[in-house]
Structures are given as structure tokens and as C-alpha cells.
């Protein structure tokens, strides 16, 4: 059965540049280069999300900031982001696609996660939040990606298993940012640092997936 013509939307879409399409796969069906290009680079992007987290999580366990709620909060977020890299690229293999084994893209000449320069409790949500704001506008457009190429299934996948619960995720994250400001956690020491970091229960509330 000849594959669907590709069609291309203009969007920001981490498409893999390299990536090796695997024409030969006996399972491969309407799934068109296009929408296996950016299943692959979304996969590697949401790796990229996973470290930065992981290197938030280590900032905190730090004898100097000493916050372990916290830092077990963001160790708890980049796992998942972990899962659902795997997740992704475990869909695009039962799709008949490949994943490209690449090296994940950190930022600067020293391969820092791009994240050093954090060291309180609000900035790092923050930072967590723009990352999720991101991923989901990502998400939306692979979705769209997959629509116009005729790839309903595809489409429906990304939006109930990975953008669904993204959704909720950030409303969380919106909730314990809001308090987070009323306990004045902008600066490293602070008293609200110390009272964010006791809220346990917020913390596991905000990585519900």
C-alpha cells in the first residue's frame, strides 16, 4: 500500500534532521516521514527535559540548599519525563518506525544542562513550568502534524497519552507555584524554602501524572 503524501505544517516541531526512516518495516502503515520524523526528535526532546530536571533535583540535595522534598519533587519529574520519552519511542517502533540512537543535544560548549545558575525553590519552578508550556505547545503541533498527514491514530495517541496528562500536570505545578510566591520563595534560605519544602503532600500532589 503506497504511503500518504507528506505534508508539512510551519511549526517548531524538534524534527530529527538525521533521522534514518525504516522503509522496509513490514508494519509501517500511513505513517508518513514526516510525523515519524517528529515523533522521533519529540522523543529526544522530551530525553532533553528529562536531564535538565534530573540536574534541578541534584542542585537541591546540595548540603548548602538541603532541600530533599524539593529535590525528590524534580528526581520525580524527570523520571516521568523519562517514561514518556520511552513511551514515545515505543509507540513510534510499534508503528513500524525508528528511533535514531543519538546523543541528546545539551546546551553550551561543556554540555551543561542550562540550568546552574538556579539555586531557589521559585526560579526552578519556574523553569519547570516554561519547559512544560513548551512541551505542550509541541505536542499540540505534533498532533495537528499527524492530522494532516492522514495519521488519526497518531494523532489520538499523542493527545491521550502524553498531552492529556501534561495538562493536568501543569495546573498542579500552577498551584504550587502560586504558593511558592506567597511563602516568598525567590531567594536561596529563605524561611519559605524551608516551609515549601515541608508541604510533602503538595510536592506528591504536583507530580501526579
Known amino acids: 500500500m503506497a504511503e500518504p ?7 517548531n516541531l524538534p524534527v530529527c534532521k538525521t533521522h534514518r526512516a525504516c522503509v522496509g518495516s513490514k508494519v509501517k502503515q500511513n505513517l508518513t516521514s514526516a510525523v515519524e520524523e517528529s515523533l522521533c526528535g519529540v522523543s529526544t526532546l522530551l530525553l532533553e527535559v528529562a536531564y535538565r530536571l534530573e540536574a534541578l533535583s ?18 520525580q519529574e524527570s523520571g516521568k519525563e523519562q517514561e514518556q520519552a520511552e513511551a514515545m519511542m515505543d509507540y513510534l517502533c510499534e508503528r513500524g518506525g525508528q528511533y535514531c540512537n543519538k546523543d541528546i543535544q545539551k546546551q553550551g560548549s561543556e554540555q551543561k544542562p542550562g540550568c546552574e ?27 495537528l502534524l499527524a492530522r ?18 501534561l495538562v493536568a500536570r501543569v495546573k498542579l505545578l500552577g498551584d504550587l507555584l502560586t504558593n511558592a510566591r506567597r ?3 525567590g531567594a536561596v534560605g529563605t524561611l519559605g524554602e524551608y516551609l515549601i519544602d515541608q508541604l510533602q503532600e503538595e510536592l506528591t500532589s504536583a507530580g501526579v501524572a
Open 5 to 11: 503524501s507528506t505534508k508539512r505544517l510551519k511549526t
Open 58 to 75: 541534584q542542585i537541591f540535595e546540595q548540603d548548602d540548599v538541603a532541600l530533599p522534598r524539593v529535590a525528590a519533587f524534580f528526581h
Open 117 to 143: 545558575q538556579v539555586c531557589a525553590v521559585l526560579p526552578a519552578l519556574e523553569l519547570l513550568l516554561a519547559q512544560w508550556k513548551d512541551e505542550m505547545c509541541v505536542l499540540v503541533d505534533l498532533s
Open 148 to 165: 494532516q498527514n492522514s495519521d488519526p491514530h497518531s494523532a489520538s495517541v499523542v493527545k491521550s497519552r502524553f498531552l492529556g496528562p
Open 183 to 185: 511563602l516568598g520563595c
